[in-house]
């Protein structure tokens, strides 16, 4: 079961696709020097300062460094994107062919469909059970060899809750190509990650992203945390310059500010425990499901008609009542506490 990383091949490189394993990703000017210079005459920048007039270094290393300290890997086990979308769409390109196929658990994040689907890549969706949980038997039933990744998001989105580790061991124990875990909500949970699966397993990848607890959705840096080999492939495949100068900087400086995004976490798991108690008590709500994420997927008995209303007053949170056992359901993120109260009093006025 077990694999001996250090002295065979790694796995990750029999399940990327044949002409990933051999291409030469592009060599930018900045490649092509290391040392310390004065004069940049390589890259046909403009030489007159300006805050951006340099290109970003490409393997954002000093971002990687203060990455890999916090998560304590590697840097070699970091990939950096823009958005945890863009480490989405590398790893359907690194491993699934067009007629390959992916497989989602819906109701969950629609990006890994979209992603797949832009490849002409199909898509298995193989629904969450009972308590929005992996059907493990259905997966492997459903499961052929043209099945390159899994995508399990944890907390998953719209429903809330946290996939366990050792559920996802099983999962990975089963499903014999890439196992993708979407932890993009993982800092609002109290539960534990996927992160400790890594080191036992080459051919599990982790999700991450600075776009919702870390504050900086606008900036657009995602992670990925993986094989060395792994995160060698997503390397190959990205345009060299993905990640901008200003939202490498961005990154660093709101890593540095890691207090004050500890407080506003806190902040916002204590608002979630308060809007869960409130929203039960009102008479239009049926379920509030419980929630290991920033934001509460609640049953309403007519979300239809409160989706518009909220809508009417300015007050705008996700339909997903079409979405496979989410009937009457909204996804509400949390707001500021005053955000939130008003949207308790809209919901009061409206029932
Ligand atoms: C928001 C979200 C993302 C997107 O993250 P970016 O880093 O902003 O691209 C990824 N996965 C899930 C489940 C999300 O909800």
New binding site residues.
Partial sequence: MSQQAANTESSIDALLRPHVRTLVPYSTARDEFTGEAQIFLDANENPYPSPVNRYPDPHQRELKAVLAKRLELSPEQIFV????????DLLVRAFAAPGDRIVVMPP??G?YAVAARSHDVEVLPVPLGEGFLPDEDAIERAHTSNDKLLFV?S????TGNLIAPDTIERLAARFPGIVVV?E??IDFSDGPSALTLLSGNERLVI??????AWGI?GA????ALGHRSMIRALDTLKAPYNVNSLSQRCALDRLAAAGEVLSQLAELKRERTRMAAELKKLDSVVHVFPSD?NFLLVRFRESGRLFRGLQAQGIIVRDRAREPGCDGCLRISLGTPGENTRLLTALEELQ
Wanted: hydrophobic share 30%.
């Fill in positions: 994107g823009n958005g945890s979308d863009e480490a989405i969950t994040y990006m998001c907390p998953n989105n719209p979407d993009a909500y999700l991450r992203t600075l776009s919702k959705a657009r840096v995602g992670i994420a």
